[in-house]
């Protein structure tokens, strides 16, 4: 029987009231990779073998997970499509065009809807790529993390920095809008390799570059053996150069980690960050879904043969494919909004609060003074924002609105 972890009000809950429900995103997962990056906490997994077996049963495994799912979105079109991963360019475009005609099939997609797919540099090859454009992919997402091959190699990236170009390169000649992951504060890096990385980035002149200092994330080999990192001042600066680099080169910091030259901001993410609706299909994948009545999370199986065991499971007894489910609770809704909307640099509207949480912006007044007197944020009567300060120090913003500090 399926461990379905739920809270105690998961069938008894209120009405939110919410008039609309909110945008609604896909995320497809992919859980294979070639090797398991050591700084890596995603559901990813080392290919045993030759993944072309793997392949067809699992999308078979995608397009009965979906059917399953429909009755929760019943009428709602999708307004962006990710694949994500592992790495989703392990798949042939034959497999990923299947998926996104099922998902035609299936959905009513927006016009001219985001479809991105998350791609290694170590797995391009020119008309792999162009066929994935052909099969309806609009949005490339590379991860670079570093131009330098000796970061690169310290990080446990397959490529090296002869093919982060080649990448690059051939993602220009098949896609109009290109992502470049970048991660700094590598292990011993300076400031100056920090500035060769963003620059050169910088100089391909993407649409969009997400850039991330690197943590040590629990359970990754990198937690357990921690690297020698730059100090806390160091890491600074370069987060400071990075910021400065990009903007001086016309991108807009929209977000914590996120710089986009202008029309280019990732919808999928922004519909994450603004608390709307997502269905994830694929091992591990996530979703949060919106009702009238309430706001439900699901982790489907993360280990991807249980996954698919699961799935011929759930045509017996239903709700075998979830590990995880439960209704959001108020005091989470409250800050699950917060958190991803105050990373935004320009932050929310305030009526959109009300209208993804089903909660009066004035049940956070209190909290909302506090921020502000202490100038981490700043509002009128129509968004919120967070200053400078704030972003920089998000923890210290976030803490203010933690559930165990409402009065509510």
């Known amino acids: 029987m399926a461990a379905i972890i739920a809270t105690s009000d998961m069938f008894n809950s209120q009405s939110l009231g919410l008039r609309t429900l909110p945008p609604l995103s896909l995320y497809i997962h992919i859980p294979w990779c070639v090797k398991k990056c050591p700084y890596c906490d ?57 998926i996104l005609t099922t998902i035609r099939t299936l959905l009513p997609l927006e016009n001219y809807a985001e479809v991105s797919l998350e791609a290694n540099p170590g797995t391009f090859e020119a008309q792999k790529f162009a066929d994935f454009q052909a099969a309806g992919i609009n949005r490339l997402s590379i991860g670079i993390q570093s131009f330098n091959p000796i970061h690169l190699q310290k990080l446990g990236r397959i490529h090296n920095d002869r093919e982060a170009h080649r990448a690059v390169e051939i993602a220009q000649r098949n896609f109009d809008n290109v992502n470049l992951d970048l991660m700094y504060a590598l292990p011993n890096q300076t400031l100056e390799e920090a500035r060769n990385d963003i620059e050169t980035a910088c100089a391909f002149g993407v649409q969009h570059i997400s850039a991330y200092q690197l943590t040590l994330e629990p359970n990754t080999l990198f ?5 020698p990192l730059p100090n806390d001042d160091l890491s600074a600066e370069i987060q400071l150069m990075v910021e400065e680099e990009l903007e001086s080169s016309s991108y807009i910091n929209y977000e914590t980690s996120a710089f986009a030259h202008l029309g280019y901001k990732s919808q999928h993410n922004l519909n994450y960050w603004l608390f709307g609706d997502y ?47 439960h209704e959001v609770s108020r005091d989470d809704r409250q800050f699950e909004f917060l958190m991803n909307a105050l990373r935004l640099t320009r932050g929310f509207e305030i009526g959109m609060f009300q209208e993804r949480t089903g909660i009066s912006i004035t049940a956070i ?21 967070p200053t400078f300060t704030g972003r920089r120090f998000l923890n210290d913003l976030l803490q203010i609105f933690l559930p165990d500090k409402s009065n509510i």
């Open 279 to 325: 269905l994830g299909i694929g091992a591990g994948a996530h979703s949060k879904i919106s009702f009238a009545d309430k706001i439900v999370r699901q982790m489907r199986y993360k280990n991807p043969r249980e996954y698919l065991v699961k799935i011929v499971l759930d045509t017996i007894v239903p709700n075998m494919l979830m590990q995880e489910q």
């Open 223 to 227: 937690h357990r053996y921690p690297p």
């Open 42 to 98: 995603f559901n990813s997994h080392e290919i045993n073998g030759d993944i072309s077996i793997l392949e067809d049963e699992y999308v078979a495994g995608l397009t009965r997970d979906l059917e399953i799912a429909l009755p929760q979105i019943w009428g709602r079109r999708v307004v962006s499509v990710f694949f994500g991963g592992g790495t989703p360019s392990l798949f042939s475009a034959r497999s990923i065009d299947t």
């Open 365 to 385: 007044q209190q909290q909302l003074d506090e921020a502000e007197q202490r100038g981490l944020m700043v509002r009128d009567h129509h968004r919120i924002i």
